[in-house]
């Protein structure tokens, strides 16, 4: 098993969690955001359940996989029903882009792929079909990955605000200007309030993590040979 990749953490801590009762997960949630926890609430919920029933990894991966998937082919399925009536080469591309955006095979831990398209998803079904229950599924996203806080934030101002491009772009120009004045303030609320959050922003962004995610792309690289009959 890689230790290295996000997926053969991810595996040895499923296995880890068949060795914890009830009583643990109630008390990793309370500490979810306290703590440098490795994964966010649903992963956890969905590792508890499985861990309950087998130690195998790759059942656990095979249900994280058909979340993935569910989520990925309906968004994918939702953007085909629009291009379908106008079909050309122009939009056939654009759909194929679309597609690979975050394909399978990219994919490295299963956290922030799901969260992604979980987001997707939601978000995009509401402006199509104006129904509330879209919103609550994107920000599902939250409770996938810890960084989709953020985009859930955005897409709530956008809801009470609408489209008011002239004001966006006045906050944007405000940002920059407050920003260096407020910077400590935030930053002292996330490490009193949030210190697991920052841990794992810090985590994220030090020049070992960086090196590490290099190494991997390196080492999980792969190839598909095609003979081709040379002329």
Same mark, same amino acid.
């Given at each position: 098993?890689?230790? &290295?990749?996000? +997926?053969?953490?991810?595996?040895?801590?499923?296995?880890?969690?068949?060795?914890?009762?009830?009583?643990?997960?109630?008390?990793?949630?309370?500490?979810?955001?306290?703590?440098? #926890?490795? &994964?966010?609430? @649903?992963?956890?919920?969905?590792?508890?359940?499985?861990?309950?029933?087998?130690?195998?990894?790759?059942?656990?991966?095979? !249900?994280?996989?058909?979340?993935?998937?569910?989520?990925?082919?309906?968004?994918?399925?939702? !953007?085909?029903?629009?291009? %379908?009536?106008?079909?050309?080469? %122009?939009? @056939?591309? $654009?759909?194929? @882009?679309?597609?690979?955006?975050?394909?399978?095979?990219?994919?490295?831990? +299963?956290?922030?792929?799901?969260?992604?398209?979980?987001?997707?998803?939601?978000?995009? %079904?509401? @402006?199509?079909?104006? /129904?509330?229950? =879209?919103?609550?599924?994107?920000?599902?996203?939250?409770?996938? $990955?810890?960084?989709?806080?953020?985009? &859930?934030?955005?897409?709530?101002?956008?809801?009470?605000?609408?489209?008011? %491009?002239?004001?966006?772009?006045?906050?944007? !120009?405000?940002?920059? !200007?407050?920003?260096?004045?407020?910077?400590?303030?935030? #930053?002292?609320?996330?490490?009193? +309030?949030?210190?697991?959050?920052?841990?794992?922003? +810090?985590?994220?962004?030090? #020049?070992?993590?960086?090196?590490?995610?290099?190494?991997?792309?390196?080492?999980? /690289?792969? =190839?598909? /040979?095609?003979?081709?009959?040379?002329?």
């Amino acid at each position: 098993m890689n230790l &290295v990749s996000d +997926s053969g953490r991810e595996a040895m801590l499923f296995i880890d969690w068949g060795d914890n009762n009830f009583t643990d997960l109630i008390q990793y949630i309370k500490d979810l955001y306290l703590t440098d #926890n490795a &994964v966010d609430f @649903l992963q956890a919920v969905i590792m508890f359940l499985v861990s309950r029933i087998t130690s195998n990894p790759n059942i656990y991966f095979g !249900i994280i996989a058909t979340i993935f998937a569910y989520f990925y082919l309906k968004s994918i399925n939702g !953007i085909y029903d629009i291009f %379908n009536p106008s079909l050309n080469n %122009n939009s @056939l591309v $654009h759909f194929w @882009l679309f597609c690979i955006l975050l394909p399978v095979f990219y994919i490295s831990g +299963s956290r922030w792929a799901i969260a992604t398209w979980v987001f997707f998803f939601g978000i995009y %079904n509401y @402006l199509i079909q104006r /129904k509330i229950r =879209y919103i609550f599924i994107g920000a599902l996203s939250i409770f996938f $990955h810890f960084s989709y806080w953020g985009p &859930v934030l955005v897409f709530l101002v956008y809801l009470i605000l609408g489209r008011r %491009n002239i004001l966006y772009y006045l906050l944007i !120009i405000l940002s920059f !200007i407050i920003q260096p004045r407020i910077a400590p303030t935030i #930053n002292e609320i996330k490490t009193e +309030s949030f210190s697991g959050i920052q841990e794992r922003v +810090s985590k994220y962004t030090t #020049n070992e993590y960086i090196q590490l995610r290099q190494k991997e792309e390196q080492r999980t /690289k792969w =190839y598909v /040979k095609y003979p081709i009959k040379m002329l």
